[in-house]
Structure formats: C-alpha cells, structure tokens
C-alpha cells in the first residue's frame, strides 16, 4: 500500500509541526509565548512535543513497515478510487 503508506506520512509530518507544514505556525507561537511567559513550562512543552514525535515514528514505522500479524490483513488494496479524490480536493 505505498499510496496510503505516502499520505499517512504527510499526515504524520504534519501533525509533528514540521516547517512548511499546518502544524508548525501554530506549535511555534505556543512554545515562543510559553517561553516568554515561564521558561521551564516551555521546556517541559518541548520536551512533550519531541517524545510524541519519536510516538508517531515509532507508531508508522511499525504500521507500515512491521510485520503483518493478521492474516487477512495480507491482501490489503491501496487507495481507493473515492481517497484519490479527497486527496485531490484537498491539496487544491
């Protein structure tokens, strides 16, 4: 399944805040005025915000790279026609 294995990474991506990405605008400012405010709050932010991105690798490594444990699970489609779509609409 790379097509669904190549979205769900984006959405991965996206949800650690990575630059260029929807998330980082808004992680950045909330650890920037979390640091102005109480600087070890904003640490322990950031060190929250850097263990749940080792979570979402770990967790899509395992999915998309692990070995398959169900049987019925061997035979999986890809994207279907209705996901090319929403992907289509979504990046426009």
């Known amino acids: 399944m790379p097509r669904l294995a190549a979205f769900f990474l984006f959405v991965v ?10 998330g980082f605008v808004g992680e950045y400012l909330i650890l920037l005025g979390t640091y102005q405010v109480h600087w070890t ?3 322990l932010g950031r060190d929250g915000r850097d263990s749940l991105r080792v979570l979402y ?3 899509y490594q395992r999915v998309f790279f ?13 994207v279907t026609t209705r ?3 929403i992907w289509r609409r979504w990046r426009s």
């Open 13 to 22: 991506l996206s949800s650690m805040g990575l630059p260029m990405l929807n």
């Open 41 to 43: 709050l904003g640490g």
């Open 57 to 59: 690798l770990w967790s």
């Open 66 to 78: 692990g070995d398959v444990t169900q049987p019925e699970n061997r035979e999986l489609p890809d």
């Open 83 to 85: 996901e090319k779509w």
